[in-house]
């Protein structure tokens, strides 16, 4: 090879010497394969939050401005969907998941490479067909809501489908973990020596294999609805469209934790390493992870209070609601009394998961209001519910894959990303965030409802704060962006434990080699041991 | 500024009270922990940061058994104390007093229909007695939409083939937004109402002036129709004065060229306004979305000739 010579003055490039097309299109490498997911789930995050920046503009003028009444729908829909199916998703389980789970088990790859390759384009099929759709774009929200999704003249069919692959690429990649953390970790590495990323991992592999055929069938009987008109959600045929409901949440109920825990699993690692402390609460914090998982099915009925259905339900299910509250309670706890007596240092990666702390505080603590019965009537379809869900998972989730980008990019890349700029992007981010996000609690409290194009002239001066919050906020994430691409090519070259993290990616070289280990660590201890032991701890 | 007026305490109806009240007490306790939390966030932070060049050897803490037992024993109980008060405040807003008046509420794209006890309909107003409890039997005739009375703290779904209620008891005499809470379609967010809470005495006289003019056939044409016009809730999307809201104007349309989305031409006859009426998605006015919903159920045959006459006189 000509370029060969300029290969070897370059530092080595580990897993991503190999170019060209075909290296990256059919790599079994689940750290390639964790890259394509990276860029195809970023990518949907920048066009999701350019459609928001539009969704934001409109919202200057309580009246008709800029574009239509129909054409905000179509956009507030794609937003939605794009956010939740194509990026929020996938964006933490089959990126940071595929890149991290086989390095921090300390083994060479996933279960099953073929499957995981599979899992990718499928992915990639499922979003083409979605694409398709857009010759007639879905204006239902992104909850497809029955009867009006079986009714519109929109494209619900083909999106049902594309949707429907993405699931399954969902499905298997859940699989693929759930067989990996099973049977694959080094020797050694009993299940308390897991990081904690990993039960976050397991946790949330464990939801994507039950809960997402649901919503598959969904997808099929709302398919088979518009197609060949059977009721099963039109009341004139003796169907129920409250049984849609129940359906859909019962999976995108669930699927908030399939979010939440692995931005959980996240801050879990990025805190000790930061703090030099052990993780405060190992075990509590491990199986609360599985108790969310488990409390998260029992939920779903908190969307549907108002609904219709019935009073008794009602109650049941918001009485379980509030017992998804503790564990998550117990993580929080847990991650603040890490810090004491740390020794804290404030670099990028901490900021964000000490970020992540302090919006899901408020996202959390919103959600009381919401799960019970009294206030939820007020604050539901409201923008209450909008700036609750944005706190939770844009200041929770998006908070925590910023704080894995930001901790694993030397691992990932080879190259240090540039601290300066980092720290701009993030105090523009976490301003504009809180700016754009916080009036929206106080409009939904004084009655705002989403999804409203045009609105009531009193509601204007908090919509304006927001937008111009709005601003802020994107160009914090070009700044982040622009760091990611420059640093790409021009940042210091990363070495191997950039931050002194104990977990085994750190104990091989940055980027890793192909098959991540020269040879395969033996694991002696839990990966938490920071700080000072007394003679009596060492003894245990 | 913001109205913030609608942050304090609502006395508007009977339920929005004992709502704003559990919601203050979510709020207590969410703000303790709130500044408990954050505070504590924060005091570690700024306490334990590490400062440059420093090595300090931290202390090997992983966990503490009596903690970890307080707090998942005291946030649980007082969840299920948010719970219970939040429940017992729920089934008050489910309960009916007993002799609530009746009204019918039929919901479609994008309007509210009300159908008193004596027979009476209006859309998109709903005109209440100060003081008397009123249930709302709500359907809806094609999706779902939500009925929701900000100020009322009440909301409710409303559903094809099936009846919801919600039931109200006003408090204070004034106007109250009504607003459709669930998506329903392109004309969702215009889908508002008003609620009219009046003093006994004077809805009383109201209700006999309507039933008047509802027994006077002798009006005028035009005049019966301007009443239908209003009362159909047409402002809502049509101006009268040659502005352009989300449906086109009114003004000067009888006998004028009306451009059509296909690009045909069609003049505007009483044919061509009846079918408008009760059919308006057959002729799309160019520039302009197919969201009227049909009013061919909602006008009696009459109406809709008084409604034609009265359009006529807008020059």
């Known amino acids: 090879m000509s370029n060969q010579g300029i290969a070897s003055s370059l530092p080595d490039r580990g897993y991503l010497t190999e170019k060209g097309f075909h290296s990256w299109a059919f790599t079994l490498d689940h750290k390639r394969i964790g890259i394509l997911y990276i860029c195809t789930t970023l990518g949907f995050f920048l066009l999701g939050g350019t459609l928001a920046m539009l969704l934001r503009l409109k919202l200057l003028v309580p009246g008709p401005a800029f574009f239509s009444d129909h054409t905000y729908n179509v956009l507030f829909t794609m937003h939605g969907a794009m956010m939740i199916f194509l990026f929020i998703i996938p964006a933490i389980p089959s990126s940071l998941g595929n890149f991290f789970i086989p390095l921090l088990i300390g083994t060479r790859d996933v279960a099953f490479p073929r499957l995981n390759l599979f899992s990718y384009w499928i992915f990639v099929a499922g979003i083409l067909v979605t694409i398709g759709s857009l010759v007639s774009p879905m204006d239902t929200g992104w909850t497809f809501y029955t009867p009006y999704s079986a009714q519109t003249s929109a494209a619900v069919t083909t999106l049902c489908f594309g949707l429907f692959l993405v699931g399954m690429s969902s499905i298997l990649t859940g699989l693929n973990f759930i067989v990996t953390i099973h049977t694959m970790r080094a020797p050694g590495m009993n299940w308390y020596r897991l990081p904690l990323f990993i039960w976050g991992m397991y946790a949330t592999s464990v939801i994507q294999v039950l809960s997402t055929p649901v919503i598959g069938i969904t997808f099929i009987l709302l398919a088979a609805e518009r197609l060949f008109g059977v009721g099963f959600f039109d009341p004139a045929k003796g169907g129920d469209p409250l049984l849609f409901q129940h359906f859909f949440w019962f999976y995108s109920h669930p699927v908030v934790y399939v979010m939440i825990l692995p931005a959980m699993g996240i801050v879990s690692e990025v805190i000790p390493v930061f703090a030099r402390k052990p993780i405060f609460g190992y075990k509590a914090i491990a199986f609360s992870a599985l108790a969310i998982a488990f409390i998260g099915f029992l939920v779903w009925g908190h969307h549907m209070f108002v609904s219709g259905m019935s009073t008794v339900s009602g109650i049941i299910f918001s009485f379980l609601t509030f017992f998804v509250a503790v564990p998550t309670g117990i993580k929080i706890f847990n991650w603040i009394a890490t810090l004491y007596r740390g020794s804290i240092s404030f670099e990028s990666p901490m900021l964000y998961a000490l970020t992540f702390i302090f919006l899901f505080i408020i996202g959390g603590l919103t959600g009381l209001f919401l799960g019970s019965l009294a206030t939820d009537v007020h604050v539901h379809d409201t923008y209450f519910l909008v700036a609750h869900f944005h706190y939770t998972m844009m200041g929770g989730t998006v908070m925590g894959l910023f704080a894995g980008l930001h901790y694993w990019f030397p691992k990932m890349t080879g190259r240090m990303l540039n601290e300066g700029w980092a720290k701009s992007a993030w105090w523009l981010i976490v301003t504009g965030f809180n700016v754009t996000f916080f009036p929206m609690f106080i409009l939904g409290m004084q009655g705002m409802p989403r999804r409203y194009a045009e609105y009531p002239a009193k509601y204007q001066p908090l919509n304006i704060v927001a937008t111009v919050g709005s601003w802020f906020l994107a160009l914090g994430i070009l700044i982040m962006f622009a760091n990611f691409v420059r640093s790409l090519r021009g940042g210091t070259p990363a070495p191997d434990n950039p931050w002194q993290g104990l977990t085994l990616e750190w104990s091989t070289s940055s980027p890793p080699p192909e098959e991540n280990f020269h040879e395969i660590p033996t694991v002696t201890d839990w990966p938490y041991s920071y700080g000072k032991k007394t003679r009596h701890e060492r003894g245990k | ?315």
Request: proline share 5%.
């Open chain 2, 1 to 315: 500024m913001p109205d913030l007026n609608a942050l304090k305490v609502s006395e508007a109806s009977l339920a929005s009270h004992d709502v704003d009240a559990v919601f203050v007490f979510i709020l207590v306790i969410a703000g303790f922990f709130f500044i408990l939390t954050q505070g504590l966030l924060i005091y570690f932070a700024i306490r334990y940061r590490r400062k440059k060049g420093e090595e300090v050897s931290t202390p090997y803490i992983t966990g503490n058994h009596a903690l970890e037992i307080i707090w998942i024993i005291i946030p649980s109980l007082l969840l299920v104390g948010i719970f219970a008060y939040g429940l017992q405040v729920f089934l008050k807003m489910r309960t009916p007093l007993p002799g609530a008046t009746e009204v019918q509420v039929t919901a479609s794209q994008f309007q509210w229909s009300f159908k008193y006890p004596d027979g009476r309909t209006s859309v998109n107003e709903l005109r209440l007695a100060l003081g008397k409890p009123v249930k709302l039997i709500m359907t809806s005739r094609d999706v779902i939409h939500g009925f929701f009375i900000p100020d009322y703290r009440q909301k409710q779904d409303v559903l094809p083939g099936s009846y919801t209620f919600l039931w109200l008891l006003p408090k204070r005499a004034g106007t109250f937004d009504i607003y459709c809470s669930q998506y329903c379609g392109t004309g969702h967010s215009l889908m508002r109402g008003t609620l009219i809470v009046m003093p006994q005495a004077e809805y009383l006289s109201w209700e006999q002036n309507e039933q008047k003019k509802l027994q006077a056939g002798t009006q005028a044409p035009a005049d019966q129709g301007k009443r239908v016009f209003e009362n159909a809730g047409c402002l809502g999307c049509h101006s009268i004065d040659g502005s352009a809201k989300v449906g086109p104007t009114l003004k000067g349309l009888f006998g004028s060229t009306v451009v059509l989305a296909d690009g045909k031409t069609v003049q505007a006859d009483e044919e061509y306004l009846r079918e408008s009426v009760v059919d308006p998605n057959a002729k799309i006015v160019k520039g302009f979305q197919p969201i009227m919903p049909s009013f061919k159920a909602t006008l009696k045959d009459e109406e809709l000739a008084a409604l034609i006459a009265y359009l006529k006189t807008l020059k």
